[in-house]
């Protein structure tokens, strides 16, 4: 995360950070940042993030990333937020959890409507389009549909 803040700072970018206090004892805060702020709880970190973003680009990572992705993603679900939301695929990292997310399409327990809501890029240049080229699908009146006759 450091790496990309400095990368986006010295290219003229802006860079908001939203970190628990009590994390500040566990991780270093980055001190060049357009401006940070700092919250109580994980839960706030999320909301904060959410209500501060235009969008939302996961990159590869672990834990933390997929849960923040599915956190978003489920907000979007369930209409909290219409913001796009994509994977930056490099190396087709995202390959296994598209092919999950896609198996629980065919399942029943994600709709086709909600695998739409997912964006996939290899690229920082093509994902950055694809985010500025979306429009929010029509919500559908369900989060899920039966799955179909086996």
């Not at 970018?13 to 001190?31: D, K, M, S, Y």
């Not at 992705?69 to 296994?96: A, Y």
């Not at 080229?133 to 989060?143: E, G, I, N, R, V």
């Amino acid at each position: 995360m450091g790496i990309l803040a400095n990368t986006t700072l010295d290219a003229g970018g802006e860079v908001i950070g939203v970190i628990p206090g009590g994390l500040f004892q566990r991780e270093i805060a980055h001190q060049n940042l357009t401006k940070l702020y700092t919250v109580k709880t994980m839960h706030e970190r999320k909301a904060l993030m959410a209500d501060l973003a235009d969008g939302f680009i996961a990159l590869p990572g672990g834990f933390g990333t997929f849960d923040e992705l599915f956190e978003i993603v489920t907000w979007s679900q369930i209409g909290i937020h219409h913001k796009p939301i994509g994977l930056l695929n490099v190396s087709h990292f995202f390959d296994p959890l598209l092919t999950l997310v896609n198996h629980a399409s065919d399942e029943g327990f994600i709709s086709p409507f909600h695998v739409q809501l997912l964006l996939q890029q290899e690229t920082p240049a093509a994902l950055l389009d694809a985010l500025d080229a979306y429009t929010p699908p029509k919500q559908q009146s369900k989060w899920t549909e039966l799955p179909p006759e086996r």
